[in-house]
């Protein structure tokens, strides 16, 4: 499976961005999907993922209430809706896939595919 992030960008606090992931390739139809991010220093952090072929998603404690993971199935194309941005959100975001998966892993090693990273700066 192939995975090309795009979206990403400089936003003031409290603004908005959405983030995309062209998702291409065989036996995505059972993956799961995911968010990921890493900022300098930092290790690469879970932020959100979902069942290709269902409605189970699930969101790290610090983007509830804000970032909303989703999917079209028709552009075969997965979203992260990123509300009310902070400073600390800043860090550059990949999308990953998990083949043939049946639960939602929140590590980082249990992803065989990723894309590109696209970088999200929030200024205060």
């Known amino acids: 499976v192939q995975l090309q992030a795009s979206g990403g960008g400089l936003v003031q606090a409290g603004g908005s961005l959405r983030l995309s992931c062209a998702v291409s390739?065989?036996?995505?139809?059972?993956?799961?999907m995911a968010w990921f991010r890493q900022a300098p220093g930092k290790e690469r952090e879970f932020v959100a993922g979902m069942m290709w072929s269902g409605d189970m998603t699930v969101h790290t404690d610090s983007v509830k209430g804000r970032f909303t993971i989703s999917k079209d199935s028709a552009e075969n194309t997965v979203y992260l809706q990123m509300n009310n941005l902070k400073p600390e959100d800043t860090a550059v975001y990949y999308c990953a896939a998990d083949l043939a998966a049946k639960f939602i892993m929140r590590s980082a090693r249990a992803y065989t595919s990723w894309g590109q990273g696209t970088q999200v700066t929030v200024s205060s």
């Open positions: 390739g065989r036996a995505f139809s059972r993956s799961v």
